[in-house]
């Protein structure tokens, strides 16, 4: 998109209506941002009054309900009124506006989540349900539901307040202090070049590769601290599930049902490339997962320790394993420990950074051999066989 997420400064696509309202005929904006569909079919509402509008934000829906909901003059109880099938209530609603205000996480409210080739899609519904007013003996209006669906492509680029500094979807890089660029990507089967799904099924491999850019810089090679999976950008969120931790140790390989190693030898020491069985949260319901990951540098002469390292567990030996070094940097893999255990480097104090992450600080005759970075890579879906296939939506109306 040449102005990818515009909606972050408030700004909004919304499927307007075109020729008879009663229909929900809609007609599509031709750039690829995230827009609305909503039917009002069910009001019978004359032109030109909108009387549901619905702007897709980066991480919420805000929508708006004129009060004269049926177009007659006569405003209906902003009480009667609720989003979704969880019944959430108005954020904004006065006796004395005109119009109704919902403001719903894009999660929240009983919406739903539908994966097209091309797009996102929540949906939730607006429910009007009268309650009797003066006599409960009649009525005087008709309950009615309003479709909103949101279409969020899943081409664009998206940058995201939730991951300091921000990320897009598939692929981050991101740079040190000194612009150093870290990029961590998604790779297809033959680590041949970047993978274009991020759809898989339990089952399937992840095939990652991180990488820095060392033009301009003395020969490095690249470590993978640590990765941890989310079900939200938010690196802190939970739950979350650390499967590289202790500053290189790839923990998931132990589980007796994952395969994941990292991959020896390396392509190139600026290039580390790992892979992990697939997986989800136990009870959620989106099946998606984020993965952010810490990476850092040393000079490609320096030898692994205990903090710079790629260990992989063997089922076969029953032991770890280095891509590169002699076999004891990996030792404090199996004591869940990799801080001062047989290293030559002291750690000082961690110092709290935003995220919630101690930084490890070296000393300062180091600072200028050792940078790093946090990376993310997501949304990726991972759907169980048991789950619904995915939906193709129609061609109809594609953004080009």
Known sequence: ASNPWSLIRGEAELWRYGGDLSLGQPRVFSQPSPWAWVDVSQLQAAAPLHPVAVQCQEAQMVVTVHRDLFGMGRLVRAADLTLGSDA???????AAESVVTFVAGLHECGSTLRVTPDALVYSTSLNYKPT????????????????????????????????KPTWVPFRSTLSSEEKLPFSLRLMND????????????????????????????????????NCVATPTPDRSSSPQYAFIDFSGCLVDGQLDDATSTFISPRPRQDVLQFAVDAFKFAGDSSNLIYISCHLKVSLADQAPDPLNKACSFNKAS???????????????????????????????APSQWQGGRARRELPSQLDPLVK????????????????????????????S
């Open 372 to 399: 790093e970075a946090d990376v993310a890579v997501g949304p990726l879906f991972i759907h169980s066989w048991q789950d619904h296939p995915v939906r193709r939506m129609p061609s109809q109306g594609r953004a």
């Open 318 to 348: 029953n032991l770890w394993a280095p891509v590169e070094g002699s076999r004891d940097v990996c030792s404090c893999c199996e004591m869940r420990s990799c801080g001062l255990a047989r290293h030559s480097r002291r750690l000082y």
């Open 190 to 225: 033959d680590w041949s070049s970047e993978r274009v799904s991020t759809v898989f099924q339990l089952g399937d491999v992840l095939r990652f590769q991180a990488g820095v850019n060392t033009e301009n810089h003395a020969p490095l090679r690249l470590f993978v601290d």
């Open 132 to 163: 009797p007013a003066g006599n409960p003996v009649i009525v005087r209006t008709s309950p009615a539901v309003v479709p909103i669906e949101c279409y969020y492509p899943r081409r664009d680029n998206v940058s995201s307040n939730g991951v």
């Open 88 to 94: 959430c209530l108005p954020a904004v609603q006065s």
